[in-house]
C-alpha cells in the first residue's frame, strides 16, 4: 500500500479535526510556549536598548569623575551619593580644563530644594552646573537663554527652569525675567528648556538649573556630585581618562579617591548583563516548549488507544510499519506548525500591548528569538512523538482490528 502525501496530509487534517478538543488543547499548549520565549526575549532585548538609549543620550564622547574609588564599574554607592574622605572641588573642575584633548567640561551639583513665585510653590530637583552642560548633554532651549559662559566660582543668581516648571508657577504668566526663590534666595528666570524627554532619571523639564557655584551656596557644600568630561575624539578617550586619574591622584596627595569611567565602557558592561540575562530569560521560556511536547506526547498516546482499529485496518491493507510511523510524526508535526504559528502571532500581538502599556521601552522580539522559537516547537513536537508513533507501529492489525 502506497500513500502520497496528499494522502497523509488529508488522515492526518481528518484526525484532528474528528478531535477538536483533543487538537485545540495542544496547539494550546505549543502557541503558550512559543509566545513567552518571544514575549520574554522581548523584555529583555528591550531593557537593553533602553539602557543603551539612555546611556547613549548622556552625549558624545563622555569621561566622567566620580567622587570616591571603586576598582569596578564605579557605580557604587559610594561614588553615587559623592561621600568620599576627599570631594571633588571646582578647583579639580577647573585643571582639568587645561587638558587639550577635552572639549567642555561641566561639573555637577545637585539637590532638592522648594522653589515658590506669588505664593505657588512645590519641590523641586536642583542642577548646579556651567554653560557647557547644554551641549554635552544635547539639550534644546524652548526660550530664552541658558547659563552665563564665565568663572566656575561665580555665584549669579539666574536660573533655567524645565517646561512643568513654567507651567507649574507661571501658569499662562511670563516665566522669562521673573524672580522666583529657591530656599532663602531669588533667582532671575533666563531660560525655559524644551520638552527634551527624560534621561538616566533626569527629567529636565521639572528641572532647574543654576550655577554651579550658586549651588553650592544654596546647599552649603563645596564638594561636586560628578564632573562630566566631553572628549575632542573616541581614540582620546582612554588618554583622557588616565591624565584624568593622574592629575586628581597628584592633586589629592597621591591618593586615588576618586572614579573615572568612560560612557562606552559603562554601555558595554551593561550591554553584556542585559544580554545575557536575555538569553537566560529565552531559555527559561524555552522551557515551556518541551512541557508542550510532554503533552503532545501524552495526547498522541491516548490517541493511538483511540484509534487502533483504524491502524489496524491501515496495516492489514498493507500499509509498512514505517508508514504508520510517519503518519502519527506528520500529524504531531502539523500540531506543532500550527501551534507555532499561533505562538508567533501571540507573542507580537503581546509585544505590541507591552509598547503601548510602556512606551519607552522598545519591546520588540529579536529575529533570532522567534526562529528559535519555531524551530524547538517543531523539534518537541517531532521528539515527543516517537514513541506514540512507535506504539502505533508495533499494533498487531488482528487485534486492532477488534480494539484490542
Excluded at 386 to 400: I, S, T
Amino acid at each position: 500500500m502506497k500513500t502520497s502525501l496528499r494522502d497523509i496530509t488529508v488522515f492526518s487534517w481528518g484526525a484532528l479535526s474528528g478531535y477538536p478538543t483533543r487538537t485545540i488543547l495542544m496547539l494550546t499548549a505549543m502557541a503558550i510556549g512559543v509566545a513567552s520565549v518571544i514575549m520574554l526575549t522581548a523584555l529583555g532585548e528591550g531593557a537593553r536598548r533602553y539602557v543603551s538609549n539612555e546611556f547613549s543620550s548622556l552625549g558624545t564622547n563622555l569621561v566622567i569623575v566620580f567622587p570616591g574609588y571603586s576598582e569596578t564599574s564605579g557605580l557604587n554607592s559610594v561614588a553615587m551619593v559623592g561621600t568620599t574622605p576627599r570631594d571633588l572641588t571646582l578647583d579639580d573642575a577647573q585643571a582639568l580644563t587645561r587638558n587639550l584633548n577635552i572639549r567642555r567640561i561641566a561639573p555637577i551639583n545637585i539637590g532638592s530644594i522648594n522653589a515658590s513665585f506669588q505664593g505657588r510653590s512645590r519641590e523641586v530637583p536642583i542642577i548646579g552646573s556651567n554653560a557647557e552642560l547644554l551641549n554635552i548633554r544635547h539639550w534644546q532651549l524652548a526660550q530664552g537663554h541658558f547659563l552665563p559662559a564665565g568663572d566656575l566660582d561665580r555665584a549669579t543668581p539666574v536660573c533655567v527652569i524645565g517646561r512643568n516648571i513654567k507651567d507649574q508657577l507661571f501658569a499662562a504668566q511670563a516665566a522669562l525675567g521673573q524672580w522666583i526663590r529657591l530656599g532663602d534666595r531669588r533667582f532671575r528666570v533666563i531660560g525655559i528648556m524644551a520638552s527634551t524627554g527624560r534621561s538616566i532619571g533626569v527629567d529636565v523639564q521639572d528641572t532647574i538649573i543654576i550655577p554651579v557655584a550658586s549651588a553650592q551656596q544654596l546647599f552649603n557644600s563645596a564638594s561636586l556630585f560628578r564632573i562630566l568630561l566631553e572628549v575632542k575624539t573616541r581614540s582620546a578617550i582612554e588618554s583622557v581618562k588616565q591624565s584624568t586619574i593622574e592629575l586628581l591622584k597628584e592633586r589629592h596627595q597621591g591618593k586615588r579617591d576618586v572614579t573615572v569611567i568612560t560612557q562606552d565602557a559603562v554601555l558595554k558592561t551593561f550591554d553584556r548583563i542585559l544580554g545575557a540575562l536575555t538569553y537566560a530569560i529565552g531559555g527559561i521560556a524555552a522551557i515551556s516548549l518541551a512541557v508542550a511536547g510532554i503533552l503532545i506526547m501524552n495526547v498522541m498516546l491516548v490517541a493511538v488507544s483511540q484509534r487502533t482499529a483504524e491502524i489496524g485496518l491501515l496495516k492489514a491493507l498493507g500499509a509498512p510499519s514505517r508508514q504508520i510511523v510517519y503518519l502519527i510524526l506528520f500529524e504531531a508535526i502539523m500540531l506543532s506548525i500550527f501551534g507555532a504559528v499561533l505562538g508567533v502571532l501571540l507573542g507580537e500581538l503581546g509585544c505590541f500591548a507591552i509598547r503601548l502599556v510602556f512606551p519607552a521601552l522598545p519591546a520588540y522580539s529579536p529575529l533570532w528569538a522567534v526562529l528559535t522559537a519555531v524551530a524547538v516547537s517543531l523539534l518537541a513536537g517531532f521528539i515527543f512523538s516517537l514513541l506514540p508513533a512507535q506504539q502505533a507501529a508495533r499494533l498487531n492489525p488482528v487485534l486492532a482490528l477488534t480494539g484490542k
